[in-house]
């Protein structure tokens, strides 16, 4: 039995406090998916926004067939790669060559030495990758989702989760290489 | 020893990632592909050093309130509500509102004759003040504008 099934049905009803009961329930998590897919804490507060008065404006459309909770985190993924697509479409209209990388969460040149250099170097190499690898690999090694859970949220077969994290993988990878130096001609 | 094909390949790097995630995957067959193909086992020291990198990744900081920004956002007016549970309200204040209306002449009236309320009876019904609002063109207009919900169904 789904515990937040009285709440969705209240939420479907458009009570504004069962939205609050969301939020105290359910808004750290979507925060910290927002934030981990997302990168930056100003992009994940106004995602984090917009999914909760998505949640209110499409509450009567959940059928119950999954849980409520994997429903909400159904919608902050396709929010989040929404997102991400957008803004990859605005990149490649506007990026120069010599522009810095506006998605690359690199931390603040105060906070450098207090983190790790690995896992800085993994959140950059992260933000390189397609908003589609990108998700999966976040929802399996941070959000330690199952194969069935990730495919519940991105509403993908469990085959296509495997793949897709196969490949995603190799695509870290390869971005972690170090870059083969050219060699000049004799 | 000839090469391994890209499709056993692409079959060894799909069960590389499953063993990484301790899913199920073909472990004997993985093995001996790994024995014949450098570049899988390649993959493979690369997919293990970046292992520890994933726990050395920040923990977001905790989630700011953002509950009086949401608030701020939602639409002025509320969504509509069922349009049985509006009918519903509207009936319970409409017999309130009769209910009221009958114990107050009650109250202030003196005994009609019968030829009275006999008269009262075979009044118009337009003039009775529940058959008016029933009969208002802007009462008409609300129930046709009201939604259909599921749970009229």
């Known amino acids: 039995m789904d515990p937040d099934l009285d709440l969705a049905r209240r939420l479907a009803r458009g009570e504004r406090e069962a939205l609050r009961e969301a939020y105290e329930l359910h808004g750290a998590r979507v925060w910290r998916l927002c934030r981990r897919l997302l990168g930056r804490a100003s992009e994940a507060e106004d995602a984090t926004q917009e999914v909760f008065l998505k949640l209110f404006e499409r509450a009567a459309s959940f059928d119950g067939r999954a849980r409520f909770s994997t429903w909400l985190h159904r919608l902050t993924v396709n929010h989040c790669l929404h997102r991400l697509e957008k803004e990859r479409l605005r990149r490649a209209d506007e990026l120069r060559p010599g522009d810095g990388d506006p998605c690359d969460p690199a931390p603040e040149p105060g906070r450098a030495l207090e983190r790790d250099e690995a896992g800085i170097e993994l959140a950059s190499l992260l933000a390189r990758l397609s908003p589609e690898h990108r998700a999966v690999l976040v929802l399996r090694e941070l959000e330690e989702l199952s194969y069935q859970e990730i495919a519940a949220s991105l509403a993908v077969p469990v085959g296509t989760v495997m793949s897709r994290l196969a490949r995603a993988r190799e695509a870290l990878v390869r971005l972690a290489r170090p870059p083969v130096p050219l060699r000049g001609r004799p | ?153």
């Open chain 2, 1 to 153: 020893m000839t090469e391994p094909s890209p499709t056993a390949c692409s079959t060894a790097r799909l069960a590389l990632s499953a063993r990484l995630d301790r899913e199920p995957h073909d472990a004997a067959a993985l093995d001996a592909h790994l024995v014949r193909c450098g570049a899988c086992r390649e993959l493979e020291r690369e997919l293990a050093r970046l292992v520890p990198a994933w726990s050395a990744l920040e923990e977001p900081e905790a989630a700011p309130d953002l509950w009086p920004a949401i608030e701020a956002r939602l639409p002025a007016a509320r969504r509509p509500r069922a349009r049985s549970a509006l009918l519903a309200r509207a009936a319970a204040a409409l017999v309130g509102f009769l209910g009221a209306h009958q114990a107050g002449l009650a109250l202030e009236r003196e005994p009609e004759p019968r030829t009275h309320l006999l008269a009262r009876w075979l009044a118009p019904p337009a003039l009775e003040p529940h058959r008016l609002l029933a009969a208002s063109p802007e009462y008409r207009l609300l129930l046709s504008r009201l939604p259909h919900t599921e749970e009229d169904r």
